[in-house]
């Protein structure tokens, strides 16, 4: 599962630019993920801050 | 609501594009999800003096200082001058950008384009099978909006075009993970833009310095989606400053995803035309994207109007934005990104070998041009593949 770290989030978006699936929304601060997540990753990679996690 | 076009996303090129739209006679209506126009900022706010000045006239508060030119470092301390004049890119004014993209918006709207923020678009209406407007939620409620056509300027999280079936999905090789404080320094040179090359600094990236007046400097830097690894842009940040600038107050953080993935397939399809990070037209050698944002704004804008009195919305309608982007904007973008391909490759050797052969020559009456021959000249080996590019 994908989780956020709220308090690490700066909503700058550069997961959902990379989100193959189109699973990620920005909404203002708040980042949305859709249950079209694959848990691929790719978002954890790029994310400046590391507010992105891939739980088993 | 009924309009003629939509403008999704309320930065630059959203703005141009609103402007010139609207100038040209549409019913213009922007969205801009956030409830305030340019803040966040996700941006060095780096311009080139000419280009900005030829799109739009000027408010002095948008600018918050004016440079000499930029100084290379390579990563072994030795360092190169430009001038301002001469080296293109994105130096020349440092930009406030939480003012200039609102004074833009308010130009759009001026023109009498309708916008509307804290209004996030949720997806495209279709009518038999054609484009038909954005629905959208404003404040929290529900909206739908009518138009036959869509300006996507929606950044690098754009989702316009995945809707209307361009893929903008970014690979991590092009899109580069960037972190920057705002800090205030007594050894912030005002005077130039400083940019620091290095695999330990930003790997496949560059740090930089932009100073906005008053010792303070957007410092930061980038590094390639493929080297990153989670939160990897704000550490090398916290190391880059500890190093060079130990004594600074960082009283700002910005963070984003700069595309540089080189020009799209195609940033118009039925309907709809991308504009700016929507479709990269970020230059993939040093990131900036504003003024090619603004540029292809304008050019989407008046293309709607044509279009729109055409009746023509379909692709073919819509081509002329395409080849006049590419004429414009996507040939240097192309050029950047073959540049970009042989630069992330180089290793600190390599980096140090290159600035080097430059830093015993007199580089301050080149252009870039000149002095690539002057490198080509000195490195033919390292700069073999990009002979094409060169001479």
């Known amino acids: ?56 | 609501m009924k309009c003629d076009l939509i403008v999704v996303g309320g930065g630059p090129g959203g703005s141009m594009a609103a402007k010139a739209a609207s100038e040209a006679g549409l019913k213009v209506v922007m969205l801009e999800k956030r409830q305030e126009i340019g803040d966040p900022v996700r941006c060095a706010e780096g311009v080139s003096k000419r280009t900005l000045n030829r799109l739009v006239k000027l408010e002095p508060e948008w600018i918050a200082s004016e440079v000499k030119g930029a100084r290379l470092y390579a990563p072994d301390g030795t360092s190169i001058v430009m001038s301002e004049d001469k080296s293109g890119g994105e130096v020349g004014y440092v930009l406030e950008r939480k003012v200039f993209d609102r004074g833009l918006a308010m130009l759009a709207a001026q023109a009498g384009a309708t916008v509307l923020v804290k209004t996030r678009a949720l997806g495209l209406l279709r009518k038999n099978g054609a484009i038909s407007g954005v629905s959208a939620m404003r404040i929290g409620e529900p909206l739908e909006i009518e138009a036959p056509l869509i300006i996507g300027a929606d950044g690098v999280e754009s989702k316009v075009g995945r809707w209307a079936g361009i893929d903008t999905a970014l690979k991590l090789q092009d899109i580069e993970s960037c972190a920057q404080f705002l800090v205030h320094d007594a050894s912030i040179d005002e005077e130039y833009t400083e940019f620091f090359l290095g695999n330990n600094i930003a790997p496949s990236g560059y740090a930089w310095s932009f100073p906005k007046g008053e010792k303070l400097a957007n410092i930061g830097l980038g590094i390639q989606g493929s080297r990153s690894k989670p939160g990897e842009a704000v550490r090398l940040l916290h190391k880059f400053m500890k190093a060079r600038f130990p004594n600074g107050r960082v009283v700002e953080m910005v963070v984003g995803g700069d595309p540089c993935s080189g020009p799209i397939e195609s940033a118009t399809t039925d309907g709809v035309m991308l504009v700016g990070d929507a479709a990269h037209q970020t230059d993939p050698l040093t990131g900036g994207g504003i003024l090619n944002a603004m540029q292809a704004g304008v050019m989407a804008g008046e293309v709607a109007a044509k279009a729109i009195s055409a009746g023509d919305m379909s692709r073919r309608g819509l081509v002329e934005y395409e080849t006049r982007w590419r004429e414009k904007i996507g040939k240097t973008i192309a050029r950047s990104f073959q540049f970009k391909e042989f630069f992330v490759k180089l290793n600190d050797n390599d980096m140090n070998q290159l600035l080097g052969s430059l830093a015993k020559e007199d580089i301050s009456k080149m252009d870039l041009a000149g002095m690539l021959r002057v490198l080509f000249r000195f490195n033919p080996k390292l700069l073999w593949s990009l002979k094409s590019l060169i001479i």
């Open chain 1, 1 to 56: 599962m994908l989780t956020v770290n709220r308090y690490k989030c700066c909503y700058c978006g550069a997961c959902v630019g990379v989100c193959p699936t189109c699973a990620l929304e920005l909404v203002e601060t708040w980042l949305e993920v859709s249950a079209e997540c694959k848990e691929c990753g790719l978002c954890t990679k790029i994310c400046p801050v590391g507010a992105l996690e891939v739980n088993a």
